[in-house]
């Protein structure tokens, strides 16, 4: 310190005096002594919610610059082009397919279009989807285990085929192949028409399928080392949900019926 004040004098700056010495209790904050254990025990709930919304949440959110594709489509319904709406009110092709497209027009002069907006899916419907309806039905189900992700994969694609399927000629034979369930427009709907057939064949009650008990669960409950999956969330709050009361089948050609209890 003696040495940078004697260069500051001959700099002609004031010398530099040190601040006196200063006294500080320490003390022990954590009074219960649990609030590390019990923070640290939030954290690594935080990231089995993370870890648990990757697993469930089949179809990512779409990335923003994807978010609002159109697709253009000719009335002849040979071709089809994407493109992305821009504020400006004009689309964006991108270099490949605005090349098809100007080449198409070229080739069809005058020809009517159509468009057809791609909306985003909302995740938030796609998250209640996976984590009340699919286990749901999955515990309905005899032989199978709500717990396991693969029973409730084959729930998921069972009721893809069931409620948003088509039918086409393979080989000869008329077979139901699933659609997509990818997007808003084809998302909404199908989460109606299976509530529709839960509603009229189980009859569960209605906190089992209540979005906003399911998202106070996930976001209060589940982090905090509650219950890691919504079914036996309403089993513990004391939700009376009755598994021997249906006939139990897997696949089900047919919606099965409830039994009279």
Request: proline share 8%; aromatic share 12%.
């Given at each position: 310190?003696?040495?940078?004040?004697?260069?500051?004098?001959?700099?002609?700056?004031?010398?530099?005096?040190?601040?006196?010495?200063?006294?500080?209790?320490a003390?022990?904050?954590?009074?219960e002594?649990?609030?590390?254990?019990?923070?640290?025990?939030?954290?690594?709930?935080?990231?089995?919610?993370?870890?648990?919304?990757?697993?469930?949440?089949?179809?990512?959110?779409?990335?923003?610059?994807?978010?609002?594709?159109?697709?253009?489509?000719?009335?002849?319904?040979?071709?089809?082009?994407?493109?992305?709406?821009?504020?400006?009110?004009?689309?964006?092709?991108?270099?490949?397919?605005?090349?098809?497209?100007?080449?198409?027009?070229?080739?069809?002069?005058?020809?009517?279009?159509?468009?057809?907006?791609?909306?985003?899916?909302?995740?938030?419907?796609?998250?209640?989807?996976?984590?009340?309806?699919?286990?749901?039905?999955?515990?309905?189900?005899?032989?199978m285990?709500?717990?396991?992700?693969?029973?409730?994969?084959?729930?998921?694609?069972?009721?893809?085929?069931?409620?948003?399927?088509?039918?086409?000629?393979?080989?000869g034979?008329?077979?139901?192949?699933?659609?997509?369930?990818?997007?808003?427009?084809?998302?909404?709907?199908?989460?109606?028409r299976?509530?529709?057939?839960?509603?009229?064949?189980?009859a569960?009650?209605?906190?089992?399928?209540?979005?906003?008990?399911?998202?106070?669960?996930?976001?209060?409950?589940?982090?905090?080392?509650?219950?890691?999956?919504?079914?036996?969330?309403?089993?513990?709050?004391?939700?009376?949900?009755?598994?021997?009361?249906?006939?139990?089948?897997?696949?089900?050609?047919?919606?099965?019926?409830?039994?009279?209890?």
């Open positions: 310190m003696a040495k940078k004040n004697l260069n500051r004098e001959r700099k002609g700056q004031a010398a530099f005096e040190p601040a006196p010495y200063q006294v500080f209790e003390r022990f904050l954590d009074e002594a649990h609030a590390l254990d019990r923070d640290f025990t939030a954290f690594l709930n935080a990231k089995a919610l993370y870890e648990w919304t990757k697993s469930t949440d089949t179809f990512r959110k779409t990335p923003p610059s994807r978010a609002r594709t159109t697709t253009i489509i000719s009335t002849t319904g040979s071709m089809e082009f994407e493109c992305r709406g821009t504020p400006l009110g004009t689309l964006d092709f991108g270099p490949y397919n605005r090349a098809k497209f100007m080449q198409f027009l070229k080739e069809h002069p005058g020809i009517r279009l159509k468009i057809t907006p791609e909306l985003p899916e909302s995740g938030r419907l796609r998250r209640y989807f996976e984590g009340t309806i699919v286990p749901l039905i999955a515990f309905y189900q005899d032989g285990d709500y717990h396991s992700s693969e029973d409730r994969r084959t729930i998921r694609e069972w009721l893809k085929e069931e409620f948003n399927g088509e039918m086409v000629q393979i080989g034979k008329i077979r139901v192949v699933a659609k997509s369930t990818k997007g808003r427009a084809a998302l909404n709907p199908f989460v109606e299976v509530l529709d057939w839960m509603h009229e064949n189980y569960p009650p209605a906190e089992t399928l209540d979005p906003e008990r399911f998202k106070t669960w996930r976001d209060t409950i589940f982090p905090f080392g509650g219950p890691d999956n919504f079914i036996d969330y309403n089993i513990a709050t004391g939700i009376s949900i009755h598994r021997e009361c249906f006939v139990k089948s897997f696949p089900l050609p047919k919606p099965t019926p409830a039994l009279k209890c």
